[in-house]
Antibody
């Protein structure tokens, strides 16, 4: 079964750090780009970071740039999100999502086709 | 950044109803748009990509249309399992922004 499983969430104080993991199974992890998306309680979806299959291209949302670091270890089928200087507004469920390239008439599109179940991060004193 | 605005934000409907949700982009994104369904406590599920292509396994009562700046998601006959929140997402550029969501509730 194609699957992504997040872990590492929990309660952390403001200013603290946390490292999330996303472990893949059922597909060749090393050939896929992956994103992190988060969702604050009762709110919508917010994209926060992207990493290409070989880690050569990385993007961050402005809201986390300079505080969060995305990385991956293809030998371990794992994706990571190192979160530093955490704030109350970082409280959310964090999802990893696989990028699936699809060829349509005249163009390629890169959708988020497989998502993990999410891991909850709570930033509070 | 490309902003996506969905309307309505909340929709009350009955089983069997035809439901339409609109997503407007702040600038042209051709057909680089996807729709997701999310149920409480669950991860989003991809429904439609390329504005109108149905993801494998998604029922044919779901359809998408549009290009440029205006897009629609239509559910032709609402089923009990369709009560959920729906999000559009632009796939034209990073940051990959989402609409604010449309919650479809039972009338």
């Amino acid at each position: 079964e194609v699957q992504l499983v997040e872990s590492g969430g929990g309660l952390v104080q403001p200013g603290g750090s946390l490292r999330l993991s996303c472990t893949a199974s059922g597909f060749t992890f090393s050939t896929y780009s992956i994103n992190w998306v988060r969702q604050a309680p009762g709110k919508g979806l917010e994209w926060i970071s992207y990493i290409s299959s070989g880690s050569t291209i990385i993007y961050y949302a402005d809201s986390v740039k300079g505080r969060f670091t995305i990385s991956r270890d293809n030998a371990k089928n794992s994706l990571y999100l190192q979160m530093n200087s955490l704030r109350a507004e970082d409280t959310a469920v964090y999802y990893c999502a696989r990028v699936q390239p699809s060829s349509l008439t005249g163009f390629m599109i890169y959708t988020f086709d497989i998502w993990g179940q999410g891991t909850m991060v709570t930033v509070s004193s | 950044d490309i902003q996506l605005t969905q309307s309505p934000s909340f929709l009350s409907a009955s089983v069997g109803d035809r439901v339409t949700i609109t997503c407007r982009a702040s600038q042209g994104i051709s057909s680089y748009l996807a729709w997701y369904q999310q149920k409480p406590g669950k991860a989003p599920k991809l429904l439609i990509y390329g504005a109108s292509t149905l993801q494998s396994g998604v029922p044919s009562r779901f359809s998408g249309s549009g290009s440029g700046t205006e897009f629609t998601l239509t559910i032709s006959s609402l089923q009990p399992e369709d009560f959920a929140t729906y999000y559009c997402q632009q796939l034209n550029s990073y940051p990959r922004t989402f609409g604010q969501g449309t919650k479809v509730d039972i009338k």
